[in-house]
């Protein structure tokens, strides 16, 4: 009989728990621990100082403003290159600084077990000066190439329009396309960038050549970089030295629009070039 009461006893005080005035009890729900976010790190870190003309900055010093390296600093050297070694994850912060820059600061990505570069544009306090207008585009090769290339490839003229450019990360008037535009013009490659800091423009066609067609499969084609002072007032007419190649091909048949232009042996009928440091680029303001 006493194992019937206790048993009585039992379940009335479960009935209570669940018949009482109140709600019934929530289930427990177990407690999340939160994890610690483990930075990924790295312990070489290489970087590269430029200004917005695509020069290299020498003597800029580099600090670590934040994470494990904090305090740790260094200077780009004459090439705009620096280094540094020891703990780097995505916590690490830099400012880079030089006297005639604005300074800058800037973050990094890390991922595990890969070194990390980055780069840093800095901008020339001297205002960019404004270059967008109508020119005429001239280009002359280096004297070395008098008997490289025919006489009339070795200056050629050009109408062009220099339009800004916007791109992520840039401030504004350093960036800079000239359209050059004529009937003989490829449709795809008669675009040349200009880079700007101050006064100095960076001229380039490194990765986008100019196209001409000059006669019936007859095709000129320059590439190459340059550089040159506008003047602070933006003088009207702006000449730079030009490193790069010259190129005159007659091909066996006409290239089609928009096709990479490649004077093999196979195509060729005529094949001229010259690669020269002391080419000229001359703008001139219409």
Same mark, same amino acid.
């Given at each position: ?5 206790? +048993? ?33 790190? $790295? !312990? ?21 403003? !934040? ?31 030089? *006297? ?22 800095? *901008?020339?306090?001297?205002?960019? $000066?404004?270059? +967008? ?17 025919? !006489? ?31 009937? !003989? ?27 001409? *067609? ?39 048949? *006409? ?32």
């Amino acid at each position: 009989m006493r194992i019937f009461r206790g +048993a009585v006893v039992v379940v009335l005080a479960q009935g209570l728990v669940g018949c009482g005035g109140g709600s019934p009890s929530a289930p427990s729900v177990p407690t999340q621990v939160q994890q610690p976010v483990v930075q990924p790190t $790295v !312990s070489q870190l290489t970087g590269l100082v430029m200004d917005t003309a695509n020069r290299s900055v020498a003597g800029a010093g580099v600090e670590v403003l !934040s994470g494990p390296q904090a305090g740790t600093s260094t200077t780009s050297d004459s090439a705009g290159k620096f280094s540094l070694t020891g703990i780097f994850d995505g916590t690490t912060r830099f400012r880079v600084s030089k *006297e005639g820059y604005a300074a800058a600061t800037q973050a990094i990505n890390v991922a595990p077990a890969y070194g990390v570069s980055i780069l840093f544009v800095m *901008e020339a306090l001297a205002a960019p $000066v404004n270059i +967008a207008g109508d020119y005429t585009l001239t280009f002359i090769a280096d004297s070395a190439c008098a008997d490289q290339l025919p !006489s009339e490839m070795r200056t050629r003229t050009y109408p062009a329009t220099i339009v800004p450019q916007h791109p992520l990360n840039r401030p504004g008037n350093t960036r800079f396309a000239a359209m050059l535009s004529g009937p !003989s013009f490829d449709s795809y490659y008669h675009m040349m960038s200009i880079a700007v800091a101050g006064d100095y423009l960076s001229f380039d066609l490194s990765d986008n050549y100019l196209l001409e *067609e000059v006669a019936d499969e007859a095709y000129f084609a320059i590439g190459g970089v340059g550089g040159g002072s506008a003047g602070t007032s933006g003088a009207s007419t702006i000449s730079a030295s030009f490193q790069g190649t010259f190129d005159y091909c007659v091909m066996k048949s *006409e290239l089609e629009d928009g096709s990479h232009y490649n004077c093999t042996p196979d195509v060729a009928v005529v094949h001229a070039q010259c690669a020269a440091k002391n080419h000229r680029l001359i703008l001139t303001r219409r």
